[in-house]
């Protein structure tokens, strides 16, 4: 062999074990990371394509058609809220001793008032600070729309605490609807005829609610507003969790006369994030065409830019703040942990939170992210996140803030201190009510402005821009929802006996009939702490069995 040979024969063994560690290093990190990797391209993507295809200037029926993909995203995504919820809030709160399970309720409860409230303050003096009415115009005409007063929309949100029939609840939920009356006296009454000076013209965003008409030639009657029960068309979270957890408390006293139903909502949540795991790889195609139409459906960028610019500007400060500085900085001071290395675990979670713009459809992929990559103890997450999806909405309390004082900066309203507390007050309160829905936000608005005497028919200023503010205030709540339940996880340690071992929900239960075990019965704890004592004084794994 010659000296050339030799070299030649060197050069390419080296080139391919190099080739050979890079091979294994992208194997290594697509499996890891690459579902991550395609959802943010698929975001910048849909980006890109939404405004190229601006120009195009599509009509609405071909814009229906393009955002069809997206759609379908969006079904999958709803259609496991409400298993998921159910199963997980029942075997949860069944699995728990119920010290541990108040103490954890309080924790999260308590965690979720404060973040609130926190972001609620931030807002505020980012809002007062920065004046983005200053540079708001209101136009010329105002839209006559009709709102709930704030006692209306509070006892709607106590309502659907409570609902009268669960099926209804699983896609309807109570709303007041307003009906005008017109009173029209002073008109003589011709028998045989009926003399019509109103005519009633369907809305535009909901037919069913007809909008008054009046005619110049007729004077105009006197018109009032009844209110009658009515429904809407999205699913009563609020009741269905209120249910669910009761059920899951009670099923946990029943012992082994509640253990057969237990196992069933075991067996459904496992179906349920297997179902997830599966759907999870049309996730990047469906953000493509969802964010996209989003951007097609949206007005001249420009003109919304100069009119409410800073006002967006304000929002996401406040966003980016609350959400990258003072909760990270809660999670260190309580777990003594890095915040940073725990939301890269839920990086997922943000992007379809940003993508759905509903805190509920992405509770899914949060307990999927949680349960594999932060390894969360399963019976926290199962109660924390339905929870928080449902009453932790610290995105939405901080735009809430920021949307009234800048409503009432356009209007070259003074508030005082005391207006600007209960602003903060009522818009910690609002948030809660609101549902884990796209624009859940400004519904519970109504209730902010008319605290403080603002009006309501201004919230028309600020629709224009609601639709992405809306998405950074659904990441802001999953990001508040997720570092809650590792707060919990943390603080509530000890009170666990023993954790469940952390298992992949598509791989592990194919090789094994039941992922997790129950623990309805104290002797199943002592033994399960025998073995982990055994293991620490042996370091050998005993499999001890009741016979």
Not at 38 to 54: D, I, K, N, Q
Not at 298 to 318: C, E, H, N, R
Not at 354 to 379: F, Q, V, W, Y
Request: proline share 5%.
């Amino acid at each position: 062999m010659t000296m050339w040979e030799r070299v030649r024969r060197a050069f390419l063994n080296s080139v391919s074990t190099t080739f050979l560690h890079i091979w294994k290093w992208v194997a290594a990190f697509w499996r890891k990371n690459g579902l991550l990797t395609l959802s943010m391209l698929s975001v910048a993507t849909g980006c890109l394509l939404g405004f190229l295809l601006r120009a195009l200037e599509l009509t609405e029926l071909e814009k229906q058609y393009f955002s069809f993909p997206g759609e379908l995203l969006m079904r999958m995504l709803k259609m496991l809220i409400l298993p998921l919820i159910t199963s997980s809030l029942m075997s949860g709160l069944a699995t728990m001793d119920s010290k541990a399970c108040g103490k954890m309720g309080m924790i999260t409860i308590t965690y979720y008032l404060w973040t609130t409230f926190m972001a609620v303050t931030v807002g505020i003096i980012l809002v007062v600070s920065i004046h983005p009415g200053a540079a708001a115009q209101k136009d010329d005409y105002s839209v006559g729309k009709v709102v709930l007063s704030s006692a209306d929309a509070l006892l709607d949100l106590i309502r659907n605490m409570f609902p009268s029939n669960l099926i209804e609840a699983s896609f309807q939920q109570y709303r007041t609807v307003l009906v005008p009356v017109v009173k029209s006296p002073g008109f003589p009454k011709i028998p045989g005829k009926s003399l019509s000076f109103i005519y009633f013209a369907p809305d535009d965003e909901n037919p069913e609610i007809h909008r008054p008409v009046f005619l110049e030639l007729t004077p105009s009657p006197e018109v009032t507003y009844r209110t009658l029960p009515g429904t809407s068309n999205e699913m009563n979270v609020l009741g269905i969790v209120i249910f669910s957890a009761t059920i899951g408390l009670l099923l946990g006293k029943m012992g082994e006369r509640g253990t057969p139903l237990v196992n069933v909502c075991q067996c459904l949540n496992e179906a349920v994030m297997k179902i997830v795991s599966m759907a999870v790889w049309y996730f990047p195609f469906g953000i493509v065409f969802l964010i996209a139409g989003k951007i097609l459906e949206m007005g001249d960028p420009s003109v919304i830019g100069q009119k409410l610019g800073l006002y967006a500007i304000t929002v996401v400060s406040g966003l980016v703040i609350h959400g990258l500085v003072l909760l990270p900085l809660l999670f260190t001071l309580i777990t003594k942990k890095n915040p940073f290395a725990f939301i890269q675990g839920i990086l997922q979670a943000l992007l379809i939170a940003l993508a759905t713009s509903s805190s509920s459809a992405t509770l899914p992929i949060t307990l999927k992210c949680l349960l594999e990559n932060n390894g969360i103890d399963r019976r926290v997450a199962r109660f924390v996140l339905p929870v928080g999806a449902t009453i932790n909405m610290d995105g939405t309390a901080l735009y809430e803030a920021v949307a009234a004082i800048f409503i009432a900066q356009v209007n070259e309203y003074d508030l005082d201190l005391g207006q600007i507390i209960t602003i903060s007050i009522t818009a910690t309160a609002a948030s809660i009510g609101a549902a884990g829905i796209p624009q859940s936000g400004l519904v519970t608005m109504v209730i902010v402005l008319t605290s403080v005497g603002l009006p309501t028919d201004d919230i028309t200023l600020i629709i224009a821009v609601d639709w992405a503010l809306d998405r950074f205030r659904t990441m802001t709540n999953v990001l508040g929802d997720a570092l809650a339940a590792g707060i919990v996880a943390h603080v509530c340690e000890k009170d666990f006996a023993s954790k469940p071992p952390p298992q992949d929900p598509v791989s592990n239960t194919d090789k094994f009939p039941s992922v997790e075990t129950s623990y309805l019965h104290p002797k199943d704890n002592v033994i399960e702490m025998i073995e982990e004592t055994l293991f620490d004084q042996t370091g050998v794994h005993y499999n001890i069995c009741q016979v």
